[in-house]
T-cell receptor, first 117, second 114 residues
């Protein structure tokens, strides 16, 4: 496996379900991110992890709970979501340290398309 | 309030001609700018970037121009090829410790016709 891998690619869940999105990066990067793309809206940053520590929570509701057990894996735990949370959730990674040209070049996964019924 | 705007949702260009994608931003703190492109069913991929200390950066067929006084960014693709057909996102970053915290435009769908 190379790059950033996200599973599942598609997920349908009810509002009372609990599910998780998984992300794995094989690039040796030290920062990982969750972004969200809702219909007709730009990609929005949700969370940033640097060396496994959460350094950014972009005012995300608590029904989204991230977890970063090591610098290669990132999870997004989902519970009691709303239909308006239906979106494409993108995981990304980058190498922080060494200048903006590296830190801001994110490698994205293909995304997990979430539908909340 | 959208800080990064790509006012053209779509652009159609003939193969071999120039494609010009435009982007405007409002926050003068932004100092690093990037373009990503996205094919269907794939994540965005990095294309080209420019620092605010420059006004032009070129990489093969792709050139990004930055006009800081106008808070305007553009991407030129010449010559355009059918494989360039994708969604193009303009993104910015405020520098410093805000690495990776990119603010995205809504994207422009580029279609290059053979």
């Amino acid at each position: 496996e190379t790059g950033v891998t996200q599973t599942p690619r598609h997920l349908v869940m009810g509002m009372t379900n609990k599910k998780s999105l998984k992300c794995e990066q094989h690039l040796g990067h030290n920062a990982m991110y969750w972004y969200k793309q809702s219909a007709k809206k730009p990609l929005e940053l949700m969370f940033v992890y640097n060396f496994k520590e959460q350094t950014e929570n972009n005012s995300v509701p608590s029904r989204f709970s991230p977890e970063c057990p090591n610098s290669s894996h990132l999870f997004l735990h989902l519970h009691t979501l709303q239909p308006e949370d239906s979106a494409l959730y993108l995981c990304a990674s980058s190498q922080v340290g060494g200048g903006a040209s590296r830190a801001n070049v994110l490698t994205f996964g293909a995304g997990s398309r979430l539908t909340v019924l | 309030d959208q800080q990064v705007k790509q006012n053209s949702p779509s652009l159609s260009v003939q193969e071999g001609r120039i494609s010009i994608l435009n982007c405007d931003y409002t926050n003068s703190m932004f100092d690093y700018f990037l373009w990503y492109k996205k094919y269907p069913a794939e994540g965005p991929t990095f294309l080209i970037s420019i620092s605010s200390i420059k006004d032009k950066n070129e990489d093969g067929r792709f050139t990004v121009f930055l006009n800081k006084s106008a808070k305007h960014l553009s991407l030129h693709i010449v010559p355009s090829q059918p494989g360039d057909s994708a969604v193009y996102f303009c993104t910015t970053n405020a520098g410093g410790t805000s690495y990776g915290k990119l603010t995205f435009g809504q994207g422009t769908i580029l279609t290059v016709h053979p």
